[in-house]
C-alpha cells in the first residue's frame, strides 16, 4: 500500500497540466462532470481569486483543490490537522499516479528533510503538511523555494476561535502568505456559522474572497431525536425494520465492542471501531463495511472521515455528540447517495448527564494542568534545558495509576498541552512499518553476495511490492514477512536494522502503541504560555455549543431541519416535512375559527413590528407553537408577510 513519496525530479512522474478542469477529472478520477458548485469554485482558484468553500459532508470537498492543484506547473500546499486523512489522500492520489507526500508532527527530523528537499526539487503536486509543521525553522528555510502556486486550508474552521475545534497551530498559516504573496488561497470546510466564516476571512488575511455556500439542507434526510430509556433495545429494532447499511456512533471504546457484540448476539451483521485498534485491524474492518460484507459499524467519532460510502441508510447516535458541528457531519454520512437515510439521535436522560459532565471536563482547571504536566515531565524523565525531541510510548490507564489522577482529567489536559505546542500525543496504533531501498540495485546485487540473510529481506521486499519500493515508502506487516520469510519476529528485526545500518534502506518499525513526543525542555508553566485567556474563551465557546446541541435535542416545536440550517446562518423558513416535529405538525388541525384568529393575531404583531420566525412561533399567545408554524407557512406563501434581509419577518403594506 502506497503512502508517500518520489525521491528525486528525476524518478518523478512527470505530468503536464491539461488544458480544462474537466479533462484533469476524466483523466484521473474518471468523471464525465462535476459535482454542483465545483466547477465554479474550481474555476474562481483558477483565477487567482481567494476562495471559501463551505461543503457539507460529502460535497467533494478535495476534488475542489486536487484539481486545480495539477492543472499548472508547480506544487500546491495543504495545510490539514488530520493525520490518518493526509494519509488516505496521499495514498489515494499516489495509486492515480499523481506525485504527492505529506508532513507530520510523528516523522522523524531526517525524513522530514528528504521530502522538504523532494519538494523543492519539484518532484510533488501536493504536499500535505500538519499546521504544528509550519512552526519548524526546517519548513521555514525550504519554503521560498519551493514551487508553490496554491495554498489549500482544509477544515478551515480550526483556524477560529468561535469555532469547535480550535488549533492554535492554524495560526502560522499566514505566515506562508508572507513568504508567497502573489498565490492564491482556498479555505474549504463542511460547517462554519457566519461568525467562523468571517473569522476565517479574517485570520488568513483573505483578499476580496469569493465565498461559496452549499446549503446545509438534506431534503432525503429524515431526523429524528427519540426519548428513550432502553436505547440499546429501540437501537436493535431500528436496525432490524431498516434495509441497509448502517452507522451507530458511541462514545467510548468500551461501548462500541459491547453495542457491536449484542448486535451480533441478535444475528445481526455487526463490526467495532476505535482507535485503539490496529492500523490493520481497523483497515480491514472499514473496508468490510465499505464492501457490503459488514452491514453496521458501531464506532466512536474516530470513524468516517474521508469515507465516501454512498448507500448508508441509517445514522443512529446512541451517545450525544458536544455541537451541532459534530452532529450535522456524522449524520451526513447517510444517504451520499440521495436516496432516504434516517438520521436518529437519542434523548436519554443519563446520557445527557455524561455528556454535560465530559464537556466540563473538556478543559481542566490551571491547578491541575500545571499538576498534571509537571508529574508527565517528571515521569519521562524531560531536562530543564537543551533541545527535546525524544518520543516516549505509554499507557494512559497506567499513567493515570501512577499520578493518582482521574483518567479523563489527565487525558484532557494531555490533549490540551498537545493543541497548545508543549508536547506531541500520537494515540493511534500502527501495525504497519514503512521501508524504503535507499540503494541502486547493482549495490543490491552485491549486497546480496556479502550478506546473504540480509540479502534474502531485500529480495522478498522487491518480489513483493516491486520497483515502487525504490521512490515511495511502502507499508508492511512485519509479522505477515516473518512468516513467509520462515523466520522468527526478532530475527526480522534484527535484519532491517542491519539493513539501516548499511544505509541500505529507510525503515520505520511499527507502533504498538500510544506515544507522547516532547518538543521543548521543561518549564514552569505560566499563563501566558498557554494563553489563559484565549483557553477560557474556548471552554465558554464549548459551553455554548453543547447548550445549541441540547436545545435541538428538547425541541418539539421547530423543524429540525430548519434548526441546522439556521444555526449555520441560512434564512430558511421551508420546514422539512419530513422529521419527527414535522410529522406531529400535520397532525396538527386548525379549525376555521382557530386559523382566523391565529391569522389575526399574527398580523398585528408584525403589523407594530418585525419578528424572528422562531419569535413567532414562541411568543405570540395564541393557539399552540404548531398552529402557528401552519398559518405562518400559509401566511408566507400568499405573501402576505415577507422576509427582510436581516431574516426577519413584516407584514406587507397591501396585508
Known amino acids: 500500500m502506497l503512502t508517500f513519496d518520489f525521491i528525486s525530479n528525476s524518478t518523478a512522474l512527470l505530468i503536464e ?45 478535495s476534488i475542489c483543490f486536487q484539481v486545480p492543484a495539477l492543472a499548472r506547473d508547480g506544487m500546491a500546499i495543504v495545510i490539514s490537522p488530520l493525520i490518518a486523512l493526509m494519509k488516505d489522500q496521499v495514498e489515494n492520489l499516489v495509486k492515480r499516479g499523481i506525485p504527492a507526500a505529506y508532513i507530520n508532527s510523528g516523522m522523524e527530523v531526517q525524513e522530514v528533510d528528504h521530502v522538504l528537499q523532494s519538494a523543492m526539487d519539484g518532484a510533488y503536486r501536493l504536499l500535505y503538511v500538519a499546521p504544528e509543521r509550519l512552526r519548524s525553522e526546517m519548513f521555514r528555510l525550504r519554503l521560498p523555494r519551493m514551487p508553490v502556486h496554491l495554498l489549500v486550508v482544509d477544515e478551515a474552521h480550526c483556524i477560529s476561535q468561535w469555532g469547535y475545534d480550535f488549533r492554535p497551530s492554524y495560526m502560522d498559516i499566514p505566515q506562508i502568505r508572507e513568504q508567497k504573496p502573489h498565490i492564491p488561497i482556498i479555505a474549504l470546510t463542511a460547517s462554519a456559522t457566519p461568525r467562523v466564516q468571517a473569522d ?41 425494520r431498516t434495509l441497509g447499511s448502517g452507522i451507530i456512533y458511541v462514545r467510548t471504546r468500551k461501548r462500541t465492542t459491547g453495542l457491536a457484540r449484542f448486535l451480533q448476539e441478535k444475528g445481526l451483521s455487526a463490526a467495532a471501531y476505535h482507535g485503539g485498534l490496529s492500523t490493520s485491524e481497523r483497515d480491514e474492518i472499514q473496508q468490510s463495511w465499505v464492501s457490503g460484507e459488514t452491514r453496521i459499524m458501531v464506532a466512536t467519532n474516530a470513524f468516517g472521515m474521508g469515507i465516501d460510502k454512498p448507500d448508508v441508510r441509517f445514522v ?49 482547571e490551571w491547578e491541575s494542568l500545571v499538576r498534571h504536566y509537571d508529574f508527565l515531565c517528571s515521569h519521562f524523565s524531560i531536562p530543564s534545558q537543551g533541545t527535546v525531541h525524544v518520543r516516549h510510548e505509554f499507557d494512559i490507564r497506567t499513567l493515570a495509576q501512577q499520578s493518582g489522577e482521574p483518567l479523563l482529567h489527565l487525558y484532557n489536559s494531555i490533549k490540551l498541552l498537545d493543541r497548545e505546542g508543549l ?20 549495490n543490491i546485487l552485491r549486497y546480496r553476495e556479502n550478506y546473504p540473510a540480509e540479502g534474502d529481506v531485500l529480495e522478498y521486499a522487491l518480489r513483493t511490492i516491486g520497483g515502487e519500493i525504490y521512490h515511495y515508502d511502502m ?11 520462515e523466520i522468527s519476529a526478532p530475527a526480522l528485526q534484527k535484519r532491517l536494522n542491519q539493513l539501516v545500518q548499511h544505509q541500505m534502506i529507510y525503515y520505520q518499525p511499527a507502533r504498538a502503541t500510544p506515544t ?6 521543561r518549564k514552569r508553566l505560566r499563563h501566558e504560555d498557554l494563553d489563559w485567556k484565549k483557553y477560557t474563551f474556548l471552554r465558554q465557546q464549548s459551553d455554548f455549543r453543547f447548550d445549541k446541541m441540547l436545545n435541538y435535542l428538547n425541541t418539539t416545536e421547530i423543524c ?44 398585528q404583531e408584525l403589523r407594530k413590528r418585525s419578528l424572528s420566525y422562531r419569535q413567532v412561533v414562541l411568543e405570540i399567545q395564541q393557539g399552540t407553537p404548531a398552529q402557528r408554524e401552519k398559518v405562518l407557512r400559509y401566511l408566507l406563501d400568499q405573501k402576505m408577510i415577507l422576509i427582510s434581509d436581516d431574516g426577519m419577518l413584516k407584514a406587507t403594506s397591501t396585508s
Open 316 to 364: 443512529l447516535h446512541f451517545n450525544l455528540p458536544f455541537d451541532l458541528e459534530s452532529y450535522y457531519q456524522e449524520a451526513g454520512r447517510g444517504g451520499r447517495d440521495g436516496q432516504t437515510a434516517l438520521a436518529i439521535a437519542f434523548n436519554n436522560p443519563a446520557d445527557v448527564a455524561e455528556a454535560s459532565r465530559w464537556v466540563k471536563q473538556k478543559y481542566p
Open 475 to 485: 507499508r508492511f506487516l512485519p509479522g505477515n514477512w516473518a512468516l513467509k520469510l
Open 560 to 603: 429540525r431541519s430548519l434548526l441546522i440550517q439556521q444555526y449555520f446562518g441560512e434564512k430558511a423558513f421551508e420546514p422539512c416535512g419530513k422529521c419527527d416535529v414535522c410529522i406531529g405538525r400535520y397532525k396538527t388541525k386548525v379549525s376555521d375559527d382557530d386559523f382566523r384568529s391565529l391569522l389575526k393575531a399574527i398580523m
Open 516 to 521: 507522547i513526543s516532547f518538543f521543548q525542555a
Open 423 to 442: 508536547l506531541k500525543l500520537e494515540e493511534e496504533s500502527d501495525d504497519y512499518a514503512l521501508i524504503r531501498i535507499k540503494s541502486n540495485p547493482h
Open 17 to 61: 497540466p491539461t488544458n480544462t478542469p474537466l479533462e484533469i477529472l476524466r483523466t484521473y478520477w474518471g468523471y464525465d462532470a462535476f459535482r454542483p458548485q465545483q466547477e465554479d469554485i474550481i474555476r474562481s482558484v483558477l483565477g487567482d481569486k481567494d476562495t471559501l468553500a463551505l461543503l457539507p459532508t460529502g460535497g467533494g470537498k
Open 200 to 240: 476565517i476571512q479574517e485570520k488568513l488575511e483573505m483578499k476580496q474572497a469569493a465565498v461559496f455556500r452549499k446549503s446545509f439542507r438534506r431534503d432525503n434526510l429524515r431526523y429524528f431525536v427519540l426519548q428513550e430509556e432502553n436505547v440499546t433495545q429501540r437501537i436493535l429494532t431500528i436496525c432490524n
